[in-house]
Structure formats: structure tokens, C-alpha cells
């Protein structure tokens, strides 16, 4: 059972960037998707989370227009989509797994280096 | 959004003792509340949930409490492999929330 996603990344300003987390060893649509973020600054910042079986999504205001969630059930993978990054976007990028609106983050990817610099 | 606060910042302790971290929300969270576990280079571990319900696998001397604004995680005997970073995430809630954290470092 576990979450793998996808390799570091360096972009520059402006750019846009999509992460991956695909899963092994579970029912894809047992478990809603959450992101999160780590940042030196602001530390661990929940961004959105999503519900494979209806794809329903839930963004942080924080987030929210700056960030899109999905999933593609076929190929058990979820994906963050951050469009126009900036520097304060330089972060390590996590998904982790829970069953319900009230469920704590029973599993995670190993995370996702994104480094953005001009 | 629901802020949570943990403290303290940093502690340092030995091997073998009894710590106990607190985390502090600006509003009600009834138990919808876990105890992660970061430790440099790894994602976070979950450790408990439900503000006291242990998670499978994780040692005894971890124990988790509180209800409502504040919350507790206690380590009995501190080991080895327990020093690292601790956060608290509140769940009752969208935005979910994450303490700032407490890292508990070797005396």
C-alpha cells in the first residue's frame, strides 16, 4: 500500500507545474486525496483534497484559483496542478490518503521538491 | 480558518524521559484532531487520530488527549527514534489546519 509520486522539479516564475501521486495496494476510490505543502515559512499548509469516486473537491481560500486538483481513476493517479508559480511556491509538495471528511492522513507520498527561481 | 497553535517551539530532552507537547486551537475542534511525526527528508507519520485513538503500529509510550481547544501528546520514555518533529492538525474543519510544529531535540 502506498502513494508515489512524481520527481523534482525546478521552474521559473510564471510558469506552470503538474505533480502526480498514483497508488498501489488500495480500492483508488476508498480513499479521498488531500494535498499538502511544506514550506520553510509557513510550514505544513493544507491545500485541497478530493473524492476519487465523485471527484468532488474542496480547496483552501489560500489556494483556491491557484491551484487545480484531479484524478484519473483509470490510472489510480491524482495530480496538483499550480499554475503561475513564484518563488514563495518553492516548496515540498505532499498527497496523502483519508477515508472521510473527519479522518486524519493515515498515509502519504514520499513528498515532491518543487523549486521555483529565475 | 481554525489556528493552532503548539508549544513549545523546541524542546531538549534525554533518552528515557517523559515529555508532553501541547497544541492550542482558536476555536472548537471537538477530537477531530492528529499527531503527526516528521523526521528530516520523510514525509509525516501519523501517530494518533481522533485526539486519543492510537494508530496501528505506532508504539504504546505515545498517548494522545484533550477535546475541544487543547490537546496533548504525551511520549513516556523517550527513544532514539523519537527524536524529530512534532504537528498537530485539526480535521473539524475546512481549510484543515496544521500546528507550526515542535521539534524535540537531544539534551
Known amino acids: 500500500v502506498q502513494l508515489v509520486q512524481s520527481g523534482a522539479e525546478v521552474k521559473k516564475p510564471g510558469e506552470s507545474l503538474r505533480i502526480s501521486c498514483r497508488v498501489s495496494?488500495?480500492?483508488?476510490?476508498?480513499?479521498?486525496i488531500t494535498w499538502v505543502r511544506r514550506t520553510p515559512g509557513k510550514g505544513l499548509e493544507w491545500m485541497g483534497r478530493i473524492d476519487p469516486s465523485d471527484s468532488h473537491i474542496n480547496y483552501s481560500p489560500s489556494f483556491q484559483g491557484h491551484v487545480t486538483i484531479s484524478t484519473d481513476t483509470s490510472a489510480r493517479t491524482a495530480y496538483l496542478h499550480l499554475s503561475d508559480l513564484k518563488a514563495s511556491d518553492t516548496a515540498i509538495y505532499y498527497c496523502a490518503r483519508h477515508r472521510t471528511s473527519h479522518d486524519a492522513l493515515d498515509l502519504w507520498g514520499q513528498g515532491t521538491l518543487v523549486t521555483v527561481s529565475s | 480558518d481554525i489556528q493552532m497553535t503548539q508549544s513549545p517551539s523546541t524542546l531538549s530532552a534525554s533518552v528515557g524521559d517523559r515529555v508532553t507537547l501541547t497544541c492550542r486551537a482558536s476555536e472548537s475542534c471537538s477530537r477531530w484532531l492528529a499527531w503527526y511525526q516528521q523526521k528530516p527528508g520523510k514525509a509525516p507519520k501519523l501517530l494518533i487520530y481522533?485526539?486519543?485513538s492510537l494508530e496501528s503500529g505506532v508504539p504504546s509510550r505515545f498517548s494522545g488527549s484533550g477535546s475541544g481547544t487543547e490537546f496533548s501528546l504525551t511520549i513516556t520514555s523517550l527513544q532514539p527514534d523519537d527524536f524529530a518533529t512534532y504537528y498537530c492538525q485539526q480535521y473539524n474543519s475546512y481549510p484543515w489546519t496544521f500546528g507550526q510544529g515542535t521539534k524535540v531535540e537531544i539534551k
Open positions: 481522533n485526539a486519543f
Open positions: 495496494g488500495y480500492s483508488f476510490t476508498t480513499f479521498w
